[in-house]
């Protein structure tokens, strides 16, 4: 057969692949995930290092909870970009160009596969957190986020308001000392009050009175012990629900801000194959020789 003036011949440029199929090369996608998880893995354990050396048991010597965050969120946005990036300029790096895409086209496959790196890089590393090849680094973050705090909150915490609040209003100065049964009962009523929002009065009069009995004190004293342990509880109490709501909050900011890292990242590896595929097409190396 031969050639017409109007016929057109295709020659596909050295190395290019023209067969039909998925434009996804899973070659290099794969390379790239692995090595945006290795990079991931190791920055963690370094992260975990500096983190442990930034805090202390003494509240004076230990960086702020504030300053601990703004530098977690850094670090964190930090290796997850330098992951990215490194992962998908490998992978549009070592990606073979079909023949028929022109150069625009190009850039956009190689920026695709940089997008699959990042969510394959994504899925390697939860994989890994969540194995015990990460418990190291995750006993270190833990330790970190529990010294941060100091060792006076941890204590404070481990102490049980009511308990303390009845060890006050029972308090027998030599007297007799109250029944294990007069202790649960009037911290059945303290629990109820407290669920109630107020303090009835003919609780308040029923306790100071077995109390002013059984230990021999004024009944204005009595009432005076049960008002100030009432007052501590219901403080404990708005104390808890702070602390709860201040952790909710918290967890929407995580969570916005593991977002926004994430999407950072993948923007990262998109643009860094499309690099890396540039890099490719001009024989240009990563530092910019030839």
Do not use: C
């Not at 048991?57 to 909870?65: D, K, N």
């Not at 977690?72 to 790096?93: F, I």
């Not at 303290?190 to 230990?215: C, F, H, K, P, Q």
């Amino acid at each position: 057969m031969s050639l017409g003036s109007t016929d057109v011949v295709v020659v596909s440029p050295p190395g290019s692949d023209t067969a039909a199929g998925s434009y996804l090369e899973w070659s290099p996608i794969l390379g790239g995930a692995v090595l945006s998880a290795a990079i991931s893995t190791i920055m963690a354990a370094f992260g975990s290092a500096i983190g442990l050396s930034l805090v202390s048991a003494e509240t004076e010597r230990s960086m702020g909870v504030m300053g601990l965050a703004i530098a977690g969120a850094l670090w964190a946005l930090w290796v997850t970009v330098s992951a990215s990036g490194a992962g998908g300029y490998l992978a549009g790096r070592m990606r073979k160009p079909l023949g028929d895409a022109s150069s625009h086209e190009r850039g956009v496959r190689d920026g695709a596969h940089g997008l699959v790196v990042w969510a394959v890089g994504a899925l390697l590393v939860a994989f890994i957190t969540s194995s015990s090849l990460m418990g190291a680094a995750r006993t270190a973050a833990s330790g970190a986020a529990s010294l941060a705090s100091g060792a006076s909150s941890l204590v404070s915490q481990q102490a049980d308001p009511l308990a303390s609040a009845l060890d006050t209003v029972m308090r027998s100065n030599g007297a007799t000392p109250p029944t294990q049964g007069e202790r649960e009962e009037a911290s059945r009523i303290l629990v109820r009050s407290l669920a109630n929002g107020s303090l009835e009065a003919g609780d308040r009069e029923y306790i100071a009175s077995r109390m002013a009995t059984r230990m021999n004190i004024p009944q204005a004293e009595a009432e005076k012990r049960i008002d100030d342990a009432y007052a501590r509880l219901n403080q404990a109490k708005e104390t808890a629900k702070q602390a709860a709501e201040k952790a909710r909050r918290t967890g929407i900011i995580v969570a916005f801000l593991t977002a926004a890292v994430l999407l950072v990242g993948a923007a990262a590896a998109y643009l860094a194959a499309m690099l890396g595929g540039r890099h490719r097409d001009e024989e240009i190396d990563l530092f910019g020789g030839r």
